[in-house]
């Protein structure tokens, strides 16, 4: 019998990784291995990739329904907007799926200022209103529209995005996630309003201003 040369083992081995690659790789959540797996929150303050699952015999249908996009969003803040999420912090039945949505409420001129999702892509659709929606590629291309009710809109995951609204009265968005828990790193906040704060000569270098600048940026978001 003709023993493989070790060149031919070793392409065989290439072959069969980049065979696996495609399933080892996972573009969102995880898979569920169950029918479901409800959120039990209080069972550890410790989660890897979701929560605990409750006991199947302690689930009801009640867990499996959440009304929390039904309530108007408070838009009277600095932004005028509000963002009512719908994830498995607040319906825990979404626990190991890989989905979640929110309710996003706007303010005549309210705003959703520029933030990302780093564990999703979002899609949404034009409830009520008009709203500017827009997104940076990672080649610093800027995407927009005007989108007007029932107009749909995806942004890809984690790109740096917004939606503003351009209309004359109140406007509404609803928007969906691949992910159970997306994350939201509002870039403001993040910048100007972390703990502890990021140092003003890293903030003055990086935008190319002066001190009193960023202190004064600071200031408006200080609790």
């Given at each position: 019998?003709?023993?493989?040369?070790?060149?031919?083992?070793?392409?065989?081995?290439?072959?069969?990784?980049?065979?696996?690659?495609?399933?080892?790789?996972?573009?969102?959540?995880p898979?569920?291995?169950?029918d479901?797996?409800?959120?039990?929150?209080?069972?550890?303050?410790?989660?890897?990739?979701?929560?605990?699952?409750?006991?199947?015999?302690?689930?009801?249908?009640d867990?499996?329904?959440?009304?929390?996009?039904?309530?108007?969003?408070?838009?009277?803040?600095?932004?005028?907007?509000?963002?009512?999420?719908?994830?498995?912090?607040?319906?825990?039945?979404?626990?190991?799926?890989?989905?979640?949505?929110?309710?996003?409420?706007?303010?005549?001129?309210?705003?959703?200022?520029?933030?990302?999702?780093?564990?999703?892509?979002?899609?949404?659709?034009?409830?009520?209103?008009?709203?500017?929606?827009?997104?940076?590629?990672?080649?610093?291309?800027?995407?927009?529209?005007?989108?007007?009710?029932?107009?749909?809109?995806?942004?890809?995951?984690?790109?740096?995005?917004?939606?503003?609204?351009?209309?004359?009265?109140?406007?509404?968005?609803?928007?969906?996630?691949?992910?159970?828990?997306?994350?939201?790193?509002?870039?403001?906040?993040?910048?100007?309003?972390?703990?502890?704060?990021?140092?003003?000569?890293?903030?003055?270098?990086?935008?190319?201003?002066?001190?009193?600048?960023?202190?004064?940026?600071?200031?408006?978001?200080?609790?």
């Amino acid at each position: 019998m003709k023993i493989p040369s070790r060149s031919h083992v070793h392409m065989l081995s290439y072959l069969v990784v980049l065979l696996l690659l495609p399933l080892l790789a996972s573009p969102a959540d995880p898979d569920p291995l169950q029918d479901f797996c409800v959120a039990d929150q209080s069972a550890s303050s410790i989660s890897v990739n979701g929560f605990p699952c409750k006991p199947a015999s302690k689930v009801t249908s009640d867990d499996f329904f959440f009304d929390g996009l039904t309530k108007v969003g408070d838009t009277s803040n600095i932004f005028g907007s509000n963002v009512t999420g719908g994830n498995v912090l607040n319906f825990p039945a979404l626990n190991t799926l890989g989905i979640s949505m929110n309710r996003v409420d706007f303010a005549p001129g309210g705003l959703n200022p520029p933030h990302t999702h780093p564990r999703a892509t979002e899609s949404g659709v034009v409830i009520e209103g008009k709203l500017l929606v827009g997104f940076v590629t990672t080649g610093n291309v800027y995407h927009s529209k005007v989108l007007t009710s029932g107009q749909m809109f995806v942004i890809p995951r984690g790109l740096v995005h917004f939606q503003k609204n351009v209309g004359v009265g109140k406007a509404l968005i609803i928007t969906a996630f691949n992910s159970q828990l997306p994350g939201a790193v509002v870039l403001p906040f993040t910048l100007f309003a972390s703990t502890p704060s990021i140092p003003d000569d890293v903030l003055t270098r990086a935008f190319q201003v002066e001190e009193k600048v960023i202190e004064s940026i600071k200031s408006k978001f200080s609790s």
